[in-house]
């Protein structure tokens, strides 16, 4: 009899071992952790193609000449360095023969970076913009010479706003508005 029942219980018990424990482990704990196994090499292989455009793109900066990507970074900076702004604006400014004073810097709600005298921005988008006012005396062929040099100029910045005060000497009174660019 023992001989008959054995067989049967060990059968049963291979059957609640396999139904109570094995299949839900195999079901839940592995299929989750399989899951997640399979996210992460789906990241890594993300990883291995962000590291590829990352040399190619790496490649075809170090293709570009030295003085050209110097350009192309005082054409479109990074950041903003609120000094050297007013001073290169100054230096174009007495090359034309205008006089500028009064710099005023809108900064909005950015802070700045202690230090760097940089403008820390955040945000979207792929440029940010600032405006700078500005106010200026010198004859109108003066000015036309200005607005060329700020034309020609290497920075990117718009004239947004412009008053011109008229005066019987020939010497006019100007307020500026500049819109400069940067990278974020």
Do not use: C
Not at 108 to 135: C, F, N, Q
Not at 149 to 156: A, D, N, P
Not at 162 to 176: A, K, N, Q, R, W
């Amino acid at each position: 009899m023992i001989g008959r029942i054995l067989p049967v219980l060990i059968l049963l018990g291979a059957g609640a071992l396999f139904f109570g424990y094995v299949q839900p482990t195999y079901t839940g704990d592995v299929a989750n952790l399989r899951a997640k196994i399979e996210g992460y090499d789906r990241a890594l292989a993300a990883a291995a193609e962000y590291k590829k455009s990352e040399e190619l793109l790496k490649e075809q900066q170090d293709a570009i000449p030295a003085d050209d990507r110097a350009r192309i970074q005082a054409f479109l900076p990074d950041g903003v360095d609120n000094v050297q702004l007013i001073v290169d604006l100054n230096a174009l400014a007495s090359r034309s023969g205008i006089r500028l004073s009064d710099f005023n810097v809108e900064q909005r709600d950015e802070e700045e970076d202690p230090g760097t005298g940089r403008l820390a921005v955040e945000g979207e988008g792929l440029t940010d913009s600032l405006d700078v006012t500005v106010s200026g005396i010198g004859s109108y062929a003066s000015f036309r010479n200005f607005l060329t040099g700020v034309e020609r100029s290497l920075r990117t910045m718009d004239l947004i706003a412009l008053t011109i005060t008229d005066s019987e000497t020939g010497v006019y009174s100007y307020d500026m508005t500049f819109r400069i660019y940067w990278l974020r």
